[in-house]
T-cell receptor
Framework: GQQVMQIPQYQHVQEGEDFTTYCNSS?????IQWYKQRPGGHPVFLIQ?????EVKKQKRLTFQFGEAKKNSSLHITATQTTDVGTYFC????????????FGAGTQVVVTP | EAEVAQSPRYKITEKSQAVAFWCDPI?????LYWYRQILGQGPELLVQ????????DSQLPKDRFSAERLKGVDSTLKIQPAELGDSAMYLC???????????FGQGTRLTVV
């Protein structure tokens, strides 16, 4: 089954507003990856976080990995209609082969 | 830009029939994943290969599903017999290693009638 929990499941955002989606694990992770899936499309890699407390930015997107390496967040500022889609966090286990498992995702709908 | 190739894109089959999906990963990628994604849910890992070896198939319904990657390159996922509940998107992904970013194919949309 899926190793990580994502909240919220749905996010309705007014264009221009900010929002945050969270990813929580009960176990320590080797790394966390974030993917975006547009409606009708396939997941596309956004970013990978490896270090405890790591913060990475991609334009309006800010990704953070928790100090205990058990949770992560994605914060989007000034949401645009192009941000529509489902955002998944992918957890990579600490075992030898690094099994990549996904949360249920946060579906983002943007209202103009 | 290199892509993960999957075929067919769409497949309609009757229940109790056999169905197979094919995936060609990005050249040089040792790790290959098969996921099943039901509409509105996250991808569920079915099987993970490292080269030609299965390293995880804990979520694969082995009574009806099988997967192989004989030469450590392309892979086939088979369902026999198909059931109505197997209707889903089947996604293949590959990566350089199990901890690197994964690249997904466009998937095969399976409908079992």
């Amino acid at each position: 089954g899926q190793q990580v929990m994502q909240i919220p499941q749905y996010q309705h955002v007014q264009e221009g507003e900010d929002f945050t989606t969270y990813c929580n694990s009960s176990t320590t992770l080797s790394n966390i990856q974030w993917y975006k899936q547009r409606p009708g499309g396939h997941p596309v890699f956004l970013i990978q976080l490896v270090k405890s407390g790591e913060v990475k930015k991609q334009k309006r997107l800010t990704f953070q990995f928790g100090e205990a390496k058990k949770n992560s967040s994605l914060h989007i500022t000034a949401t645009q209609t192009t941000d529509v889609g489902t955002y998944f966090c992918g957890s990579v286990t600490t075992d030898s082969w690094g099994k990549l498992q996904f949360g249920a995702g946060t579906q983002v709908v943007v209202t103009p | 830009e290199a892509e993960v190739a999957q075929s067919p894109r769409y497949k309609i089959t009757e229940k109790s029939q056999a169905v197979a999906f094919w995936c060609d990963p990005i050249s040089g990628h040792a790790t290959l994943y098969w996921y099943r994604q039901i509409l509105g849910q996250g991808p569920e890992l079915l099987v993970q290969f490292q080269d030609e070896s299965v390293v995880d198939d804990s979520q694969l319904p082995k009574d009806r599903f099988s997967a192989e990657r004989l030469k450590g390159v392309d892979s086939t996922l088979k369902i026999q017999p198909a059931e109505l509940g197997d209707s889903a998107m089947y996604l293949c992904a590959s990566s350089l290693s199990g901890i690197a970013e994964a690249f997904f194919g466009q998937g095969t949309r399976l409908t079992v009638v």
